[in-house]
């Protein structure tokens, strides 16, 4: 099997203007940890994702409160809102009538399969789209107890029966996730659910940790599905600012060929050969490039060993020499320019790109 695989085929759900599965890109979402009911904090946060790369947002609905917050929040922001409910099924019927674009729950903690269907029919009525959260953490008793534990087996067969409660109804615009704090596990419940229909995956590791170990326990469960062309939106939880789990998503998308957005940066880890400040240089660039959504590769190299040839390969790239370097454009070489010019050098080069792209 050539890597990345083909994307598995999934019907397309709808959530506000945003797609999922179907022939749309693999999307990002996050989740603030704002108190919901301090809307304008919600609000900041929203935008800070938003303007991250963020493009679904899902918030906490504890209570009635938060609930009836979910308008203002929603008027104040561009990209679609999904309301995070648990426990209580009425909060999902309430965050349905603040019109947000997709509600999530658990059917195994919502209170049995009479309230989730509730809520299925519901979201069906008005058009809204559903994420059936399947966790390790919350799995029915019933399916516990057959397996003897959240298995991958148990947590896929009861997302199928998730999946056979929308079909009963005829409903298709919902979407699946099977999370689990285990990577393997991780992997094993979504492959077996995945080989049973066309629902779009949400793909997740619950209780990640912090970053960097949190992004990389992460990386290492959702890598394996997103290479064999699992996966249609995903969300990274690390403990923390969310605004970072945005920036590791992207990685995982960029290292497994999912998606490329914005610039990708390769740099070599340098070593003895470095004549030149490639380490502070390297910063400046990425901090420069922070917002920038041009899919580019940059390569940012420390000598001529590897340098000319990675250089040469990405669409921009510098080569280092000594105190200076070689400034390189899809395969030529622009100029040689002292150490001091080399970021504006690269980063003029970066904003013609960005001219021609635009033209
Ligand atoms: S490119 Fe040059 S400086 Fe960088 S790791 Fe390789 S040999 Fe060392």
Known sequence: MSLPAKRRKTRPVRVGELIIGGTAPVAVQS???????????????????????CELVRVAVPDREAASRLQEIKQQIAIP??????????????????????????????????????????????????RIGVNSGSLEKEFLRQYGGPTPEALASSAVAHVKLCEKVGFDQFIVSIKSSDPLVLVEANRLFAGYNQVPLHLGLTEAGSYPAGAIKTA?????????????????????????????????????????????????????????????????????LQECDLPITVAIMGCEVNGPGEARLADVGIAGGRESGLLFRRGKVVKKLPAAELVDGLLDEIDKLSAEASK
């Open 31 to 53: 989740m603030t940890n704002t108190a919901t009911t301090d809307v304008a904090a919600t609000v900041r946060q929203v935008k800070q994702l938003e303007t991250a790369g």
């Open 81 to 130: 809102l999904v309301a995070d409910i648990h426990f209580d099924h009425r909060l999902a019927l309430q965050a349905l009538d603040q019109q947000v674009d997709k509600i999530r729950i658990n059917p195994g903690n919502i209170g049995g399969k009479d309230k989730t269907l509730e809520i299925i029919k519901s979201c069906q009525k008005q058009g809204t789209a559903l």
């Open 220 to 288: 290492v469960g959702l890598s394996p599905l997103l290479l064999a062309g699992i996966g249609d939106t995903l969300r990274v939880s690390l403990t923390g600012d969310p605004v970072q789990e945005i920036k590791v998503a992207q990685e995982i998308l960029r290292a497994t060929g999912r998606r490329q957005i914005g610039p990708e940066i390769i740099s070599c880890p340098t070593c003895g050969r470095l004549n030149y400040p490639m380490e502070a240089i390297e910063k400046q660039i990425r901090h420069a």
